[in-house]
Structures are given as C-alpha cells and as structure tokens.
C-alpha cells in the first residue's frame, strides 16, 4: 500500500515540476516577445524658439543730517530701472527686442517741495535679421529703435532770495527736457557682422530718423524747423507765436546712414560690461555732422539680489543748441554727457 502512495506521491511532484518548467517556459517566451516588441519612440520635446527675461532693480538711499558741524541738507534719493528682453532665433531667422526703462528722483531738504529726477531714460530696440548662410557671420537686418524721457527736466538757478519756498525755486529753473521732447525714432536697413559673442557692427547705408518735440517752447533749441508760414513773419501774432514755440514744426524727417557697434561680455558669473556707439549720418544736411549716441554699462552682482551698477551716456547732435554754462544766451551744439552709480536691490525672471 505504501508503495502505491508513494508512486502517486512521486507521479504528482513530476506532474507540477514539468507544469512549472512548462510556466517558466510561457513566461520566458512572453519576455522575449515583448523584447522584441517594436517600441513606441518617447515624443520629443517641443523646441522653445523665444527665449525671454526681465529684470526689475529697485534702489532707496536715504541721508539725514542732525547738529551736523560740516553741514549738509536731508535728502532722499530713489532710484528703479526694468530692463526687458525677448529673443526669438529659428534656423536662419533671428529678432531680437530690448526695452530698457530707468527713472531716479531726489529730493533735498534745501529745495522746499521740489523734487528732481537724476534719472530718466527710455530705450526700446528690435532688430529682425537674417542669417546669408548656416555658418556666415553676416545677417540681412531691418531694425527699429526708440529713445525719450517720463518727464520734464529742468536746470536750476540761484534765487535772489534767502530760504526760497516752493515758487521761488519754480520761477529760477529752466525746461530742458519732457516727455517726448525729445524723442527719437530711428529705422535702418542693412547687414549686421557678428564675429564673436561678444561683438557685432550694423551697417545700414538706408536709416530714417525722426525727432519729435512736443513741447512748443523745446523745439527751436531742438533744430526744428519753421512752418512756412513763419517763415517771413509779418505781424505781432507771429513774432508772439516764434517766441512761445509754436511757430515751429513739432517733427523733424531725416534720411542717411547708420552705424551701430555693440560689446558685451563678462568677465565672470557675476561682472559684466556692456556699450553701444550709434553713429547717424543725415545725407540732405551736412552729412560730415554726425550724430552719436555712446551708453555704457558696468553691472557688478554682488550677491543674489544686490547689484552696483555704474553706466554712462555720451551724447552729441548738431541740431540741439545748448546754453553754456557761462552766458545762457551762447546756444551752440555742444557735448552732452551723464553718468549715474546706482546700488540696487534686483530680481530676474527668466525662462
């Protein structure tokens, strides 16, 4: 009996062994279907053909003086820039926009109720270009530019009175500036080289420009021109109308040539150094009187948030007539210059 258990006992083991090697067998198989299954090619990521960023940067210095012996007057100094950009490059296209916006105001005790900007810039560039192969360093470009202020500037003068109030110090300054007064508009069309990273000439041969001033008492010492009917003034209305400005056209057409170089590099992760010299030539009306334009900037990222920041701007245009410093009445064209140290706190937003 016992040998009958047992030869059931050992026919049922080979059974589930020869069912399990059958098992492994089906699932080894099925393994190696799958294997050599075709697989499905995971979906490529969607190319980013724009590429944007913006930096807000924000300043506040504040000085106060109290039984000072060396003297002084409390004064509050604020300063904020944007500076905007958005690329888009794809096979041989490329266009590229910029909008850099800074404004910084002071105000000192000694000035009851005035308050002076020390800063105030508008700048907007786009360039569309066109690469004449996969490997040149020339591009085909069309580019566009704009250049104004937020608002008035004024140089101040010395009133003849002790501790001035607020109207005092209104009456002793001069309007120099305002918004869109000046402004300027430009647009060329030429070849761009770029040899390297960090540097690259437009040469456009065909550029427009055109000066706006909006406010009429600005526009003759910025070279706009007479309306024709001015032109031979013959009443009182018309010497009234020359003296307040508004004789004069509010726009200014020039045609001619642009050149504008750029650089920019850094030296490490966080210092950089960037300028931009714009030439502009009017072929019409004397042409050997260029205009320039020369910015500069030195940014130093001291820690995440926390810039220094130092840039410059170097103007020269034959048609602004400029007081000197000595007798307001001698108006020539003469060299502007500006330069602007800044300690910001900032924050990026990129892609």
């Known amino acids: ?40 090619a995971a979906a490529a990521p969607k190319p980013k053909y724009w590429t944007p960023s913006l930096e807000i940067a924000l300043g506040l210095n504040q000085t106060n ?13 604020f300063v904020s820039s944007i500076d905007a950009k958005e690329d888009f490059a794809k096979n041989l296209t490329t266009w590229n926009n910029r909008l850099q916006m800074q404004y910084a105001f002071l105000w000192s005790e000694d ?29 085909y470009t069309a580019s566009y530019d704009f250049r104004s202020q937020f608002s008035n500037g004024y140089l101040y003068g010395v009133p003849d009175e002790n501790n001035p109030e607020k109207n005092t110090w209104k009456k002793a300054r001069t309007l120099k500036s305002g918004f869109l007064s000046p402004a300027y508009n430009n647009l060329a069309i ?18 427009g420009s055109i000066t706006i001033v909006d406010l009429p008492e600005l526009r003759k010492n910025y070279g706009m021109e007479l309306k024709s009917r001015y032109e031979n003034p013959t ?12 004789a004069y056209k509010s726009a200014k057409m020039q045609f001619g040539g642009q050149l504008k170089a750029n650089v920019k590099f850094a030296l490490n992760d966080n210092f950089t150094f960037e300028s931009q010299l714009v030439l502009f030539s009017d072929y019409l009306d004397k042409p050997q009187n260029l205009r320039v334009n020369w910015d ?12 220094l920041g ?14 000197s410093k000595d007798d307001p009445e001698d108006l020539a064209p003469r060299t502007q210059f500006k330069e602007f140290l800044s300690f910001n706190f900032t924050y990026t937003f990129k892609r």
């Open 111 to 139: 000035k009851e109720g005035i308050i002076q900007k020390s800063n105030d810039v508008i700048y907007f560039q786009s360039k569309f270009g066109y690469k004449t192969g996969k490997e040149s360093k020339w591009s």
């Open 296 to 307: 500069t900037g030195i940014n130093w990222q001291l820690s995440k948030y926390l810039k």
């Open 310 to 323: 130092f840039n410059t701007w170097m103007i020269y245009d034959p048609n602004v007539l400029i007081a």
């Open 65 to 77: 003086f109290e039984n000072w012996a060396a003297g002084g007057f409390d004064n509050i100094n």
């Open 235 to 246: 009443t009182h209305a018309d010497t009234v109308a020359i003296t307040k400005g508004t």
């Open 1 to 40: 009996m016992k040998k009958i258990f047992t030869s059931i006992a050992l026919m049922a083991l080979a059974g589930i062994f020869a069912y399990a090697q059958d098992a492994q067998q089906a699932a080894a198989n099925a393994a190696q279907e799958l294997a050599n299954a075709p697989q499905e």
């Open 190 to 207: 030429g070849m761009e080289w770029i040899p390297n990273k960090w540097f690259s000439v437009n040469i456009a041969p065909i550029a």
